[in-house]
Nanobody
Framework: QVQLVESGGGLVQAGGSLRLSCAASGRTFSSYGMAWFRQVPGKEREFVATFIWGTGIPYYADSVKGRSTISRDNAKNTMYLQMNSLKPEDTAVYYC?????????????????WGKGTLVTVSS
């Protein structure tokens, strides 16, 4: 089992940047497929970014592609999401998630562990 704790959220003006962190504890961090999701109240939690299983190649949702960078430090058991050129529509609670096995698709139903989230608010 793995425990996930997100941090780094906050209030930022449009065009600004934030770096989110996800600290993992428990089983070996590198054993899991890690991803970022986000959720706006009243909407489904949506995929944001991950690493293609077994390759380490970043993969992004179209909504954040070109503006975000996912990275991980296995030695520190930490994953990051650098978000630049933030827009008001990026406002959401951002969640870190882990999958024990390669998911058929990066969807909330296919993730095994979740953090409690960190709120990102982008003002216009």
């Amino acid at each position: 089992q793995v425990q996930l704790v997100e941090s780094g959220g906050g209030l930022v003006q449009a065009g600004g940047s934030l770096r989110l962190s996800c600290a993992a504890s428990g089983r070996t961090f590198s054993s899991y497929g890690m991803a970022w999701f986000r959720q706006v109240p009243g909407k489904e939690r949506e995929f944001v970014a991950t690493f293609i299983w077994g390759t380490g190649i970043p993969y992004y949702a179209d909504s954040v592609k070109g503006r975000s960078t996912i990275s991980r430090d296995n030695a520190k058991n930490t994953m990051y999401l650098q978000m630049n050129s933030l827009k008001p529509e990026d406002t959401a609670v951002y969640y870190c998630a882990a999958a024990r096995r390669p998911p058929s698709r990066w969807h909330v139903d296919n993730m095994d562990y979740w953090g409690k989230g960190t709120l990102v608010t982008v003002s216009s």
